[in-house]
Each structure stands twice: as C-alpha cells, then as structure tokens.
C-alpha cells in the first residue's frame, strides 16, 4: 500500500500503525476495534462512564455507569482539549477563544473567589494600605481598649523596614498574640527584632516571603526567640517553647476573632477531638501541654511532616498509648514511630486508622508502609489572580506526553496535551483498572495527517459504580524513584525528604579538597627539528577556512592527519572505520563527559568541592530527585525562594530547558528526558536591566599535570528583554535565556564596550571579578583531574567553552561546560583584549592562536591558569 492512497482496510491501518500499536500495549484483541471507532470517529465514551465531582469540588472522578466492563472487552476514544510545545503554553491560553475558560473549569480552578471574599467581610482589606489598616485597628483599640486587638494580620502589603518601623505597632498594640508580616520586603534582621521583642504577649509570628529570610542565617530566629518569651509559633513552625497556645491553635481554637490567652481559654483544649499537628518542626512531643490529660477527647491526630527526634519511637509508642480515645493516626512510616505500620498498629490497638487505611486490612496485609492515602494535591486558589495562571500552575497535575519521530530523527521539543474531560477525571491509583495511551492516527499514512488521541481501556473487571482509575506511572517502579515521583500529584511525607536532603547537604558540606600541586610542563610543541608542517584533519569550516598558519596543512585524508579537530566523539569504533591510530593528536581528552555533559559536570565539582559558592544547588533527577524535594520543602517551610531552572543532560542551545516554581512541573519534566534541577540565579547582575552570561574559551594540553589555558578574549551573550521574575515571563525565551544564536534576535556587543558600561553602571572593577571568575575555571579542571585521572592522554589536546553568570553580588556562578564551542563570534569579530596581554585580537586569526597554543606551546593571546 502506497502511503499517499490512505487507509481503507484493517490491513493496511496495522501496516502503518504496527509501531504505535505495539507501544500503546493495547491488547491486539482490540486492534480491529480500534481502527473502527477511528475511522467512525467513535466517542462513546459517554454511554459507559460519568464524570462526578469530588474533593469539594477541586477535583473530578470517573465512574462506571454500565452494568459491567471485562478486562480487555473494549477500548475507548479520548478526545484531545488542548495540545502544545511548552514554551507556547502561556501565550496559546491567552489568544485561542475560549481556551483558558474550558482548562480551567477541566481543571477545577474556574471558582470565583470574589464572593467568597465578601462573605468574610475583609475584601476592603486587600484595598487598604498597611498605614491605613493600622490606623482602622487602632481607632478599634481607642473604641475598645488595649485588649480589644490582639491579632494582626499586614501581608502582602509591600511593608519594608522604614514602613514597619513608622507603623509603630508595640505602642498601639501591646498585647498583640499574634502577628503576621507575611510577603512583605523586609530586608534588616536586627529592625525586626527590635520592633518584634516589644510584644511580650506574643505567641505566633510569621514572617515568611521576605527578603530577609534569603539569607540563610539563624540571628533572626535565634533573636526572636531570645526576646520573646511566650512565643509558641514562629513562622508556621513550633517553637521549643509551644504549649497549650500552640495546640489550640492547630486545633482550631484560637484565630482572629478568638486569639485566646487568657486563663479560662487553657481548658479549651478539653474538648478538641481532632488535632493536625502536621510539618510544624515538632521535635519534642512529650510535653506538659500535648498530654491525655490535656487532651482527653483526641480521637484523630495528624504527626506527619515532623522530626520529633527528642524522643525515641518506643517513647512516643508508649506515650500514645495513654491517649486511650485515639483511633486515627497519620504519621511517616518510615519515621519517628519506627519503619514498620504493623509495629505501629500492634503498639497502639486503640486505633481503627493507620493513614487513612483500615488497621485491620494492613494487618491481615502485612503492609510495612502505608502510603495509599496520601492526600491529592489540589490547585490552589488565590483570589485576583487570572485564570490563565491558574491554568498555568494547575497544568501539571493534568499534562501528559509524547515526543514525535519518523525514521530520519526525534523531535527536540516535547509535545504536552491535556485529555478531555472524560480522560482527565481518571484519578490515580497504584492498582488501576484502567491503562491510557497516547496514540496517532493517520488516515493518510503520512505524519503531516496525524490526529492525537488517546485511548483507554480496561485492564480489569469493573462494576456499575467503580471508580475508574489509572496508574500515572505505569511501568516505572521504585528503582526509578516511583515513591518519589508521586509528589508531584500527592502530598507525600515531607519529614522524610527533608532528612535525606539534610543527609545529603552535610555529606556534602564535609568535602575538603586538596588542590593537585604545580608540576612543570610536560608538553612540548608538536613541530620537531626534521619537520616542517603539521597536517590537520578537520570537519569544521570555521577551522578549515581560518587556520591559515604556515605550520599547519588541512588535508581532507583523517589518516594522513597528525592532528583531528571534530565535532564529533572518537571512539574505538571511529577510529576504526577512518583509520586513525594512536599517533595522532585528538581534540578530546578520554572521559570528558565528566565535564561537558551536565549531570556528570556536578557530580564532578561535588565529589571534589562539595558544594562551592560558585556551583548552584545541583540535583541529577535521575538519581537525587528524593533530596531536591526535601530541599524545595525546606526552602518552602524557610518562606525562601523556590525557582528553579531544569537542564537536559546533554543538549546545547537551551533545548527543552525550562524555569518553574512549580515542584509539580520539576518532577513532570523528568518524563521527557533525563534531567538536572539547579537553582535558579533569582538576582543575577544585570546590564541595563537585562540578563547576561560569559562565554570564556579553555584550552587544555594537558591534564596531568594541569595545564589549562584562557583565551585573552571572552564575549558576553544578552537577553533580549528586561528582566522580570513575573510567572508569565517563565515561557518568554528572550527573558531568561541569553543564547540567541539559534533563536531570537542576536544583539552583539564588543567586550571593551560592554566591560566599560559595566563598571560604570555597577561602581566595580572588572578585574577584581575576572580574578574570581579565573580562580573558578582553575577549580573546575582541578576537580576533574582529581576525581577523574583517567582523563590524562598525552595524544589529547582540547578547547572548551565555559559558560559563567554574575549573581547580584558580583560572583561567579559556573554554568555549563561545552566541548568544541560555538566561536562564530570570537572568528567574525576583531576584539580588544581586556585581560592578559591586551591589544587587538583580530577574529580572522583567532584559531591561529589556539592551535598555536595548543600544539607549539605558544603563549600569544592566551593566559596560564
């Protein structure tokens, strides 16, 4: 059958669909079936199942309203509602009609908070200023006495450290218990805490979201606590010092309208049946105010999330005990309480709930952990936001995937798509009775034809009233992280990540290294006394055109060569088939993936460094995503910064590389490629208001001893646009990425001119930050040398392109490592060198320079690391 006749029969449908169908895993007994309901264009989806809202609301199920469904009996037709490229993503919901409308309501997040927020009788709030809604509470306090506003609530109101001092809350509050500051932009700790330590009533502050809080230090909090006694919450977290205040709290007791405090509220806590005490840095439980005796009625209890590492689990096993109505517990297993649900459930018979699972039903099981009822993560809603942002950080519970390939190669960018309304109520389940599938129909047979869909069918008998489910990472098990990944659609125990991370960072923070000492050179220039020339091999023009030197000859013969310059690896196999040997100078060091390749570049730096200053928090997703979610918990609970950007392992040109808050969209990402998740430089330095990195060229004779080189000229590679950290301005290339050699608009600006405008603008002086930046590359190929010796050949010279960025402070953060750089720019353009020797560098010379660095072991141009 040609493909240009189309698809009339069965036979010619498995002809060319015979790849696809094998990678659906749909049951070849339902081939025939499906080609029917293609060609019929079959949605009868809706004769078989309902879509019921649950979660109040925040979330969709799919339920079987036919009498019966056997394993294997039928596949369905799910329609595809939206499909994209990433970096489309924003802008598609913005202009295609009526988009944003049906994502959102698919979505769950089409709820209108503006009502909700007049019913509470606060909406006047988000209009007042924080001097204005100060002065509305104190006019309460003249009215009412001192007594009458003891909770106070300023946040997200653009407060900074003048404001707050001006504010003079302590005078016209001073028996404030509870206090929120909340996404402000207060940046001086030791303001703070002067005004803060005048409220000595205080028994919950939050200061999350500010600036302050970057810094990483304990002053602020160690401060605070110092100075103030009562204090039993400090920004969501229990203090040492919580009690009774601290539990009712949790309990529900105590908000604004009843902040308690007084003594007749401490009996409270008598009649509170249910307590969620979960991720509240809890170390110690046993205390004087979480007791039976306290807490007589307490049938449900909620530990996850805390360390409570003062006491051991058969002391917390025992203590619970005395909790003699206690009958649901949710708690880390493994944790505190030990690593075994059955030694739980066997410590504690009161309790007919273990995680929300039947105590009974686990110990007939004999289930060690509990996890089957970790809570869905649902959207969250926040009141003015737009719905295109709401879509936005929705998506990624909802978002599946597939890449496109024909014989010749694979699509670089990802396709994303969201089923339709009846695919995406199909709810997650580790047993599931449903599979899903992408799949590509092609009426035509040709790709340029094919309609997405994907198809659904039943992989187990189901009954009228079954909830349909799927497993959202069939196939992968625990050896590819599985417990991990589902993070991204639950709320899974966070006390467990945030201890592998702490684990992890301190083993990190141990490293010591010893730089290799200064050795002589080893390397001599390659032109000996009875020859004249050196024949090179080359497959880049840029080499071929602008290597005019007398010493060297391109030949178009790689075995007649006594030097290859490649783009491409030389392996064994290569080398074989043109015939190279072992005489010949390569332009790749052996294992130097350990640098170029960015997952191993880490690792590199961390076997060696640790965790230096100039190197962003690293995380290869592949094998250390369990500790980058215990780092973005921490960070959340510290109120810090989250960004973060994901990298391919080995792509240049910033393919499939994408900025997100999102820990939904970091663990989704991995589904497209193996990845690393590296902290986003959140202030970088700026040059007029935009972003900007360095490419500086490496050249390496050797590698035992170290002998690296740096190319007198450098080039700077800027974004397009203004900065902005707007969530919109993620999907905007031109903002966040500064290679526009492939992409966008290609601004070039000379290095003299750029390094002037710079110092002018910043008040520095280059020099003092091409030192750091020079001692950072030396610290680079120092660790590869000593984690990777065997990257030492004496037939190896090569070039490297290091990418660098300033952050705010003006150090330097280390990118990526290329090999066999891009260096259209370093060839098309004359440059002052600023650095080494100065003077002009004329473009058309400068592989003359390298080659002549590299291989006669000159020094023109070029500067000893």
Not at 96 to 111: I, K, T, Y
């Amino acid at each position: 059958m040609s493909a240009a006749a189309g698809i009339g029969t069965y036979e010619d449908f498995v002809k060319v669909h015979g790849v696809l169908l094998v990678a659906s895993g749909l049951p070849q007994s339902l081939h025939q079936k499906l080609f029917q309901k293609l060609t019929a264009e079959a949605f009868d989806g809706g004769n078989y199942f309902q879509v019921e809202p649950v979660e109040d609301g925040r979330q969709r199920r799919l339920v079987l309203t036919a009498d019966f469904l056997g394993k294997d009996s039928d596949v369905f037709l799910v329609d595809h509602a939206w499909t994209f490229r990433l970096p489309d993503a924003y802008k598609q919901l913005q202009e295609v009609p009526g988009l944003v409308e049906r994502m959102a309501s698919l979505m769950c997040v089409d709820a209108d908070l503006t009502s909700d927020a007049e019913e509470t009788g606060d909406e006047d709030d988000t209009k007042l200023s924080a001097a204005e809604i100060v002065e509305r509470e104190f006019c309460k306090v003249k009215e009412e006495g001192i007594h009458s506003v003891r909770w106070l609530e300023l946040e997200d109101l653009e407060i900074d450290d003048a404001v707050l001092v001006s504010l003079d809350l302590p005078s016209k509050f001073p028996h404030l218990i509870a206090l929120s500051l909340r996404g402000n932009k207060l940046n001086n700790s030791e303001n703070v805490v002067k005004v803060v330590a005048q409220f000595k009533s205080l028994r919950a502050l939050w200061l999350n979201y500010n600036p302050m809080l970057q810094i990483g230090d304990n002053y602020l909090e160690d401060a605070i606590l110092l100075n103030c006694p009562e204090l039993e919450i400090y920004n969501s977290c229990f203090t040492p010092k919580y009690g009774k205040w601290a539990l009712g709290f949790c309990g529900g007791l105590y908000e604004k309208d009843n902040p308690g405090g007084s003594h007749e509220s401490d009996h409270l806590l008598q009649s509170v049946a249910s307590l969620d005490l979960s991720n509240r840095s809890i170390r110690n439980l046993i205390t004087k105010a979480f007791s039976p005796s306290e807490l007589p009625m307490l049938s449900y209890l909620n530990l996850r999330g805390n360390p409570l590492n003062e006491n051991s689990s058969g002391e917390l096993l025992k203590y619970l005990r005395g909790f003699i109505n206690l009958t649901a517990l949710e708690v880390d297993i493994p944790g505190p309480l030990g690593d075994n649900a059955v030694d739980i459930i066997e410590a504690l018979p009161t309790l007919s709930l273990l995680n929300g699972l039947s105590t009974s039903k686990i110990l007939v099981a004999e289930k060690s952990i509990v996890d089957s009822m970790l809570k869905p993560r649902l959207p969250e809603l926040n009141a003015g936001e737009s719905l295109t942002d709401r879509v936005i950080s929705a998506m990624w519970l909802y978002l599946m995937t597939y890449r496109l390939a024909d014989e010749e190669k694979i699509d670089e960018t990802s396709v994303w798509y969201v089923m339709d309304e009846l695919g995406s109520a199909l709810r997650h389940s580790d047993e599931a009775n449903f599979r899903v599938s992408p799949f590509l129909y092609m009426p035509d047979g040709k790709l340029e034809s094919a309609v997405s869909y994907s198809i659904l069918w039943p992989t187990k008998n189901v009954q009228r009233g079954d909830e349909c489910t799927r497993d959202y990472l069939f196939g992968i098990g625990e050896d590819r992280q599985r417990s991990a990944r589902l993070t991204a659609w639950f709320h899974t125990p966070q006390n467990y990540f945030v201890k592998e991370h702490e684990k992890y960072s301190m083993k990190l923070q141990s490293r010591k290294f010893s730089p290799p000492p200064v050795m002589p050179s080893v390397t001599n220039s390659l032109l000996h006394n009875n020859e004249s020339v050196l024949h090179v091999y080359t497959d880049i023009p840029q080499v071929e055109e602008l290597l005019t030197r007398p010493e060297f000859v391109i030949t178009t013969e790689p075995k007649n060569a006594k030097i290859i310059w490649t783009s491409v690896q030389v392996d064994e196999e290569m080398k074989k088939e043109v015939g190279l040997n072992d005489q010949q100078y390569i332009n790749q060091f052996p294992f130097e993936a350990c640098l170029v390749m960015k997952h191993h570049l880490a690792e590199t730096v961390q076997k060696a460094h640790g965790a230096p200053k100039w190197l962003q928090p690293t995380y290869n997703l592949e094998t250390h995503l369990t500790q980058l979610i215990g780092d973005y918990y921490t960070r959340e609970k510290d109120g810090v910064d989250n960004l973060w950007i994901l990298k391919p392992w080995n792509m240049a040109r910033t393919i499939d590389t994408t900025v997100t808050q999102s820990l939904s969209a970091i663990i989704r990402l991995m589904e497209t490629g193996p990845k690393i998740c590296q902290k986003y430089i959140e202030h970088p330095a700026l040059f007029r208001g935009r972003k900007f990195d360095l490419r500086y060229i490496v050249l390496v004779r050797s590698m035992r001893p170290l002998e690296i080189f740096l190319a007198d000229i450098f080039w700077v590679r800027l974004a397009n646009n203004t900065y902005s950290l707007e969530k919109h301005s993620f999907f905007e290339y031109e903002t966040h990425f500064t290679v526009m050699n492939y992409r966008g608009r290609l601004n070039h600006m000379h290095t003299a001119e750029f390094v002037k405008e710079f110092e002018q603008e910043h008040q520095v002086q280059w020099m003092d930050i091409h030192l750091r930046i020079k001692q950072m590359i030396r610290s680079v190929f120092e660790a590869a040398a000593t984690v990777h010796p065997e990257m030492h050949s004496p037939m190896s010279r090569a070039m490297y392109g290091v990418d660098v960025m300033l952050d705010c402070h003006y150090q330097p953060k280390l990118l990526e490592i290329t090999y066999c750089p891009d260096c259209t720019r370093a060839c098309k353009y004359d440059t002052e060198a600023i650095t080494g020797g100065g003077g002009i560098v004329k473009g058309s010379d400068f592989y003359n320079y390298v080659f002549g660095c590299l291989f006669l072991n000159e020094t023109t141009h070029v500067s000893p690391l």
